[in-house]
């Protein structure tokens, strides 16, 4: 393997790892905090896509359509977690597994009725549309680029929050202890629908800015799920500079362990997990 | 064209014998249609298309089978094998259907037939292109009017090598089905002397294609033939131009490639070339006809699994004609079934003794975001059926 092969798989495993952290990160939260385990988060993923290339058709540009979807993303969290989780969390977990379940259900059908069965794109937007040459014959998208410096300032602004402003002490402390919060004085109800609105917001967006990269089509989020609930426990459940250094891990992992062991493509994620599992139980950050 | 016009003689011929032998009885009910096909998750567009071939077929007839009228149970199969043999129960035995028509995905074929193989339903498979269902799994009641992975795929081993391709790297999912058509390219392509550098492996259902590019990259074959479907296949396509390999490696495919994605694909497909036994763009009467049919029926342009759908019901239809609509002697419903000929908007189709298609595959190149053909490929081509002999 010469140096520039590899420099551009480190490149490739990178840019796979920031957008997984991305989505993993409202997955981390929401599990962490809530306690919910909310399957339908890889649903949400395509919903985003899918608003995003609803609205680029409508208003003409991808970036108003960005615009306009993360609103509907965040109504769309609010809406879940006032009218049906909000009724579960008394409940046992697999309540909400089932609930979580069946909105995975619901949402794949509202896709199907509302945008089809078809397979779609969304072009890659101006002033992104163009590609650097790396190797003789390889280049690489410009847009890629810019979707990577996205996740990684969001990285910031999220670890930003958590580690220096009040609501971030209240959501970590959230995170060791839900009783003594609460305890405190701190309304855990608006806090876990701001989290939960947060999350899927954070994960509907994944979704918006990796829509030029991929191909929006039907049960796009089933696959990504699976990924990023293994991305959070590598990391440690709750912990988001675990779902940063988990989703890296997996990015490097999948890229490297696709072209360096083939046979054992599919498995390498896994293997990972249950090797962290095994010398830490909780996670590496938790 | 010949056999065409001797078979359509024959057809009405026996068409007449049939009515006056007196079948009041069979005219009584409806021809009952069993279709265990997707309408929900990834190949719902696929389940779709077919539905419509297959029902604009028998309206063409004025809605009805040799006489009778004809009543459709439609039951998504989910694309899901694990339910597969289930649904096929309830079909048979529930809903008592004279024919079952399904499914897409290889993986529910699979369940399907062992259900067939006890019941001896007659069953049409409108798609999936697992090699042993006209092969291993050999059954009397089995039919395609689809194609295999092998038949559309081997013809391009050939097309490759003419180019002047010599090194080649194949890429797939990790599964039967791109296994399956990657070993038709390799079969013809290296029997004509040309080398396969890599064959690539993508853990199904992945779409995360970068280190795979950049292994080919680095690889620098003189082509690279592929099978992605669906989602897949247009994401391949659209990394592989983005990361501007198009121009230096051509990029091949089976035709499942890019079907039913040309919007999807936009300038990303141009130029791709794939083998298929079908194009929307073939310059034949029957072809002609059923896509202009097709668009006033359901407001868009067909693709291979509406034609497949079509020629389903096409197939019924000849064979019911033949038989007057009597359905109850299963002996004498396979030979007609199996001895159909139709003029189809693929081209002249035909039955081998395992019951798969005999039929064109053709050369096939995006120009302004449409198959246009360049060539036949391969003229009537049978598959490989020595473990089925009927």
């Given amino acids: 393997m010469d140096l520039a092969f590899f420099s551009v798989q480190l490149l490739n495993g990178l840019q796979y790892g920031l957008l997984l952290f991305l989505i993993a990160s409202g997955l981390t939260l929401i599990f962490g905090i809530m306690g919910i385990i909310n399957l339908a988060h890889g649903a949400m993923y395509m919903i985003g896509a899918y608003l995003v290339y609803d609205l680029t058709l409508r208003l003409g540009n991808f970036w108003l359509a960005i615009l306009a979807a993360i609103p509907i993303a965040i109504v769309l969290g609010l809406i879940i977690e006032r009218l049906f989780l909000d009724t579960l969390y008394k409940r046992d977990h697999l309540y909400q597994v089932l609930l979580t379940f069946g909105l995975i259900l619901v949402l ?71 009783d003594m919060v609460e305890g405190l004085g701190i309304n855990v109800r608006t806090l876990f629908t701001l989290i939960f609105s947060v999350g899927v917001a954070l994960t509907a967006f994944a979704g918006m800015i990796a829509a030029p990269l991929t191909s929006i089509a039907p049960g796009m989020g089933d696959s990504i799920l699976i990924t990023c609930f293994v991305v959070v426990v590598i990391g440690g459940i709750g912990s988001i500079k675990g779902a940063f250094w988990g989703a890296i891990i997996i990015g490097m992992a999948t890229t490297f362990g696709a072209v360096l062991i083939p046979s054992l493509a599919s498995m390498v994620i896994y293997l990972i997990m249950a090797a962290v599992l095994l010398v830490k139980p909780r996670g590496l950050f938790a | ?12 011929l026996s068409a007449t014998a049939m009515l006056s032998a ?45 006489g009778r009228d ?126 396969i550098v890599e064959q690539i492996l993508v853990p199904f259902p992945s779409t995360e294609f970068q280190s795979y590019l950049t292994q080919i990259a680095s690889l620098e074959p003189d082509a690279v033939y592929t099978f992605f479907a669906g989602g897949g296949g247009v994401s391949f396509v659209r990394d592989y131009a983005s990361a501007g390999l198009k121009e230096s490696i051509p990029l091949l495919g089976s035709g499942f490639l890019t079907e039913g994605n040309l919007s999807a694909l936009g300038d990303a497909g141009e130029g791709v070339m794939t083998t298929l036994h079908y194009a929307e763009t073939l310059e034949n009467d029957a072809n002609q006809s059923f896509v202009s049919a097709y668009e006033n029926a359901y ?49 002249p189709l035909s039955f081998s003794d395992s019951h798969h298609p005999i039929q064109n595959v053709y050369l096939r190149e995006i120009r302004d975001g449409k198959h246009e053909v360049v060539r036949i490929a391969h003229e009537n081509l049978e598959v490989p059926d020595e473990a089925c002999q009927m």
């Fill in chain 2, 1 to 12: 064209m010949k056999t065409f016009k001797k078979t359509s003689l024959a057809t009405l």
């Fill in chain 2, 22 to 66: 007196g079948s009041a009885i069979a005219n009584e009910d409806p021809v009952k249609l069993g279709l265990m096909l997707p309408y929900s998750g990834t190949y719902t567009a696929l389940g779709e298309a077919i539905t419509n071939g297959l029902k604009l077929a028998i309206e063409q007839e004025g809605g009805q089978l040799g």
């Fill in chain 1, 108 to 178: 794949n059908e509202a896709q199907r009725i509302i945008w089809g069965g078809d397979v779609h794109r969304v072009a890659v937007p101006a002033p992104f549309d163009a590609s650097i040459q790396l190797t003789d014959n390889l280049q690489y998208s410009v847009y890629r680029l810019f979707v990577m410096g996205v996740c990684l300032a969001l990285a910031g602004v999220i670890y930003w929050v958590m580690r220096h402003t009040r609501l971030g002490i209240i959501i970590r402390a959230g995170a060791v202890n839900r």
């Fill in chain 2, 299 to 347: 407001g868009e342009l067909p693709d291979t699994y509406a034609v497949q759908g079509y020629d389903t019901g096409m197939m019924l239809v000849q064979a019911l004609s033949v038989l007057g609509g009597d359905t109850s002697n299963q002996e004498r419903l396979i030979d007609v079934l199996s001895n159909v000929h139709l003029a189809s908007p693929r081209g």
């Fill in chain 2, 70 to 195: 004809v009543e459709y149970v439609e039951l998504d199969s989910e694309a899901d094998p694990s339910k597969a043999p289930q649904n096929m129960s309830r079909l048979v035995n529930g809903d008592d259907v004279d024919f079952v028509i399904g499914p897409v995905h290889s993986g529910v074929a699979m369940g399907m037939l062992r259900v067939a193989k006890q019941t001896g339903a007659i069953t049409i498979i409108p798609n999936a292109g697992l090699g042993a269902a006209t092969n291993e799994l050999c059954m009397p009641n089995v039919f395609r009017t689809s194609f295999s992975m092998w038949q559309d795929s081997y013809p391009m081993g050939k097309v490759a090598y003419d180019q002047g391709h010599r090194k080649i790297v194949t890429i797939t999912w990790d599964y039967a089905g791109g296994k399956e058509d990657l070993a038709g390219f390799e079969e013809a392509f290296t029997a004509e002397g040309g080398e």
